[in-house]
């Protein structure tokens, strides 16, 4: 009785763990803080203020410790959301060649993330990807129904589908994993 009981824990286990590997998981991150101070400069060329700083290597260190590695790596062009991915690509110990930035991801609408995604490269199984409000949040909540009404600043979200494919990735069941934000989850910092 034992033994069979012992076989069925592995045999579900196993299926629960090949159905785990075939999950696709995008992480869509907000670009960190930005400046404002310069107001020569056009809104693409905007770096990380202080607290963009500050933040940005700690979401990057937390998430590293929930989720392990990304596959994909992709990025908008725009220096904020650039600044905030070299954090991520350090504490991930991963090489900045291995980010595909695109001009399309800066302040695209939900069609045109939608159409990055489905770019992705069909071997990886998980992507990361940096971007811009209101598309993240746009993103999210039309994808599950469920995200915040604004993703804040170098906040997280973590998608789960059961689609094959990136080019499907919404026309299977999603499932909104996971939802990190500095004021949450840096107390220590923010009190």
């Known amino acids: ?20 590997q075939k999950m ?3 992480i869509l991150v907000r670009h960190a803080k930005s400046s404002w101070d310069d107001l020569s400069r056009g809104d693409h060329q905007r770096p990380l203020n202080k607290r963009g700083n500050r933040d940005a290597p700690k979401m990057a260190a937390l998430l590293k410790e929930r989720v392990g590695l990304p596959d994909a790596w992709l990025s908008s062009s725009a220096v904020r959301a650039l600044q905030t991915a070299k954090f991520f690509l350090n504490e991930f110990s991963v090489s900045e060649e291995k980010m595909r930035v695109r001009d399309s991801i800066y302040h695209a609408s939900v069609n045109t993330l939608l159409e990055n995604i489905h770019k992705i490269d069909e071997e990886a199984n998980s992507a990361i ?3 811009h409000n209101p598309g993240i949040t746009y993103l999210v909540d039309e994808l599950t129904n469920l995200g915040p009404d604004n993703i804040p600043t170098c906040g997280i979200s973590i998608l789960e589908s059961y689609a094959e494919y990136w080019s499907n990735f919404e026309d299977e069941d999603i499932r909104f ?3 990190m934000y500095p004021k949450k989850d840096l107390k220590h910092i923010y009190g």
């Open 1 to 20: 009785m034992v033994n069979s009981e012992n076989q069925w824990c592995a045999q579900k286990l196993t299926c629960l763990l090949s159905l785990s």
């Open 177 to 179: 994993a996971d939802y």
């Open 129 to 131: 990807f940096f971007g």
């Open 24 to 26: 696709k998981k995008l």
